[in-house]
Structure formats: C-alpha cells, structure tokens
C-alpha cells in the first residue's frame, strides 16, 4: 500500500513538473515572438444573415509575413469596411466620382506587397476619373465573387465591375468541396447559399498569441502536416487533379456564374480577368497547358466571352508572356505563388489600357 502510494506521489510530482516546463516553455517562446514581426491574425469577423459579407475587423494596421524566416514583411492597412486597402470606401450616397470595384481572392487582397504596389492601387492612381475598391479575401470563389459584387452594387453602386478568376475559384464554389465557413456557395439551382461563421473563444484567444499565430499563419503547420500525411508535395495545387467529378463540378459552377454577370452586364460594364498559366510561361510553353483542369475550366470562359458582347475579357496570359520573352523576369516569388510587385505592374497596366478603351 505504502509503495503504491509513494508511486502515485512520484508520478504526481513528475506530471506537475512536466507541466510546469511546458508552461514555462510556452511562455519564453510567446515572449520571442512577440519580439520578432510574426503575421497579426486578420481577425475574421463573424458572418451570418445579419452580416452576411467575409470581411477583416476594421481600421487596423496589421503585420503581414509571408514564409516562416521573416525576411519578407508587410506592413497592410485594413480600411473602414475590413478590406486591405489604403483607402477608405464611400458608400453610394457619398460618390465622389466614378467608381470601379474590383473583386477576388489573395491575389486581390495581396498581402505579399505593399497596398500601394498592388495591381488595383495603380490602377486607381493611372485612371483618375475613378476610384478603384478592391474587395478581395483569401479563399473566395466564383460564388462568392457574385455575393460581393450584390454588396458592392448595393453599397457602392459602382460603373464597373472588375473580376479575377484564379485556378480554384470553379470547384471550391461548392460547399461539398470546400467546407470552409463564412463564404457563399452555389446551391443546386444556381442561388447563393450562406455557410455562417463565428469565431470560437478557443480560436479568438489563440489569435492573441504570437507563437500560435507563427505556427498556424506563418509556418503553415497543419498544411505541412497535411503533405507529409499525403506523401504530396503538391498539396497547395490540388486543383491541377483530374478528378472528373470536380470537373463537372467546376464546369457548373462557371454556367452559373456566366449568368449572374451576364445580367449584371445590363446595368454595369463588366471586366473579367483570367490569370495566366504562369509555370508553362517559365517552361517556354507559348500555349495554356491543357492537362492542368484550371486551364480546361479557364478555356469554357474564353469561348464563352467570345460570343457575349456585353461583357470585356482580358486574358493575362498573353500579357505575361509578351513580357516574359522581353524580360525574362517571374511575376511571382520562388517562396510564394503569388504575384510579385513585377507582376503585379504588369497587371496593372493592362487593366488600365483597357480601361481606357472603354471610355474611348
């Protein structure tokens, strides 16, 4: 009995210890990185009916770092309606002049740069007969492209509606395939279903933690679970999969979206951008590679634009590769798949030629 006891005291003295050092490990790191400039949670604010748009929390300056090493750090400015931009938004009752709303995902929100070298920042500098508001978060799709620019119209009651279609925006406008909450996704007869979002007090106390932040925003640490799990060293470009099911999937969702801005073309001009398939650009392809789904997805949009007169095109990808032959300069980052400042500027300027040609 005495030995059973003394044992249970040992164990009890050791598991006291073991914890005592994993808390007072947890808080010399906490202390480092809040010294070093680790990524300021976004705070995502909740969505649901009642606020229905994906947004950030609002008037901030957040630190953004992009890789793990800090060797490349942002300083971004969310504006008055929780989106990455140096400018404060108007609504429509307080328009100044005429306005162009552009709509995406990370390559709008672009937080690997600076909001003043961000493609839309320029354009808005380029053009001044109009303002330019980038509404764009990491993760959105085509279903939600078609909810922020409702809000926008309502809100803003913009002249132009500027669109970036990216490699996964088709498939992911299904909750099936996605699963994230806080976005809008397409129902079966093509409506926009709402996935509400309320940050849980586990993950709003974990955003105050600069060590928890460095793991989960900066290091990536559960994607980098997930390829070692996957033995996929590929994992950030799923999309490129031949899955036939998200092929149809992604097909669907672009009929659906097809119509929504065809009808929006009634009232408001409309420019759809496409990005480039920038690796076979690298590889000296001149042509889109066809075994990418991205591309096969991306080619329905070009032949369908080809016959709707109401709405613009701007295929990037003859604009990258006329300025890759020249240059032989990348548009993205050897750490970050996303444009760089150069690809950024190269965006830009086609978008304020054609711009100007819809004036004209």
Do not use: C
Request: net charge positive; glycine share 4%; aromatic share 12%.
């Amino acid at each position: 009995m005495k030995q059973s006891m003394s044992l249970i005291k040992t164990l009890l003295f050791w598991l006291k210890y073991l914890v005592y050092l994993m808390f007072a490990s947890f808080i010399l790191l906490e202390v480092t990185f809040r010294i070093l400039p680790v990524s300021d949670s976004l705070k995502v604010q909740s969505i649901n009916e009642e606020n229905p748009i994906y947004h950030f929390a609002k008037n901030r300056i957040v630190t953004q770092q992009i890789g793990f090493n800090f060797t490349h750090t942002n300083k971004k400015k969310i504006n008055n309606y929780g989106f990455m931009s140096d400018k404060d938004y108007l609504s429509h009752d307080l328009k100044e002049k005429d306005l162009a709303v552009v709509i995406g995902d990370s390559y709008v929100e672009a937080r690997q740069v600076k909001n003043s070298d961000t493609f839309h920042f320029i354009l808005d500098q380029e053009i001044e007969s109009f303002n330019v508001y980038p509404l764009g978060t990491s993760g959105s799709q085509l279903s939600q492209y078609l909810a922020y620019a409702d809000f926008a119209i309502t809100e803003f009651n913009p002249d132009i509606l500027i669109f970036l279609l990216y490699s996964n925006d088709f498939d992911e406008s299904w909750y099936e395939v996605k699963q994230k909450p806080g976005f809008h996704y397409f129902t079966k007869n093509g409506h926009l279903n709402l996935k509400e979002y309320s940050p849980s007090i586990t993950k709003q106390l974990a955003r105050e933690s600069a060590f928890i932040r460095y793991l989960f925003l900066d290091l990536k640490i559960m994607t980098q679970i997930k390829k070692i799990l996957a033995s996929d060293n590929n994992v950030e470009n799923r999309v490129i999969n031949t899955n036939s099911n998200n092929e149809k999937l992604g097909m669907q969702a672009i009929d659906f979206f097809l119509k929504n801005i065809e009808e929006l073309a009634k009232t408001k001009k409309i420019i759809l951008m496409i990005d480039g398939d920038r690796s076979s650009i690298y590889n000296g392809k001149i042509k889109r590679d066809m075994s990418k789904l991205q591309n096969r997805w991306f080619k329905i949009i070009l032949n369908q634009m080809g016959i709707k007169t109401n709405l613009h095109l701007l295929d990037l990808h003859p604009v990258f590769l006329k300025n890759w032959k020249k240059n032989k300069k990348k548009f993205d980052y050897e750490y970050d798949g996303h444009w760089n400042e150069h690809g950024h500027e190269i965006v830009a300027k086609a978008l304020v030629n054609k711009m100007i040609k819809l004036q004209e």
